[in-house]
Nanobody, 120 residues
Framework: QVQLVESGGGLVQPGESLRLSCAASGSIFNIYFMGWYRQAPGKQRELVAGVTIRGSTNYLDSVKGRFTISRDNAKNTVYLQMSSLKPEDTAVYRC??????????????WGQGTQVTVSS
């Protein structure tokens, strides 16, 4: 059974920082992507940041320069360092892991979500 356990969310004031962590456990193979999505009430889910197994990263335009994604392949863990947080960053953040089985069938795994609230 594969589980993605997220931590690090919370309530902060504008300008403060949070660090999200997502640790994957269980029978998981051939990870090729780890990333963070977010969804605010009434809005579509969007990819915030992603990193490939080789280390290539991409970011949502609105978070570039403020957020940094990193991963520890040995621990199957992905992090999102969020700095200079804005009220617009308020959302439920979900970790996503994409992998392939040994016949190249793709699988998506999702965390339960962690709430990030930025408010004065």
């Amino acid at each position: 059974q594969v589980q993605l356990v997220e931590s690090g969310g919370g309530l902060v004031q504008p300008g403060e920082s949070l660090r999200l962590s997502c640790a994957a456990s269980g029978s998981i193979f051939n990870i090729y992507f780890m990333g963070w999505y977010r969804q605010a009430p009434g809005k579509q889910r969007e990819l915030v940041a992603g990193v490939t197994i080789r280390g290539s990263t991409n970011y949502l335009d609105s978070v570039k320069g403020r957020f940094t994604i990193s991963r520890d392949n040995a621990k199957n863990t992905v992090y999102l360092q969020m700095s200079s947080l804005k009220p617009e960053d308020t959302a439920v953040y979900r970790c996503n892991v994409k992998c392939l089985d040994y016949v190249n069938k793709p699988y998506d795994y999702w965390g339960q979500g962690t709430q990030v609230t930025v408010s004065s």
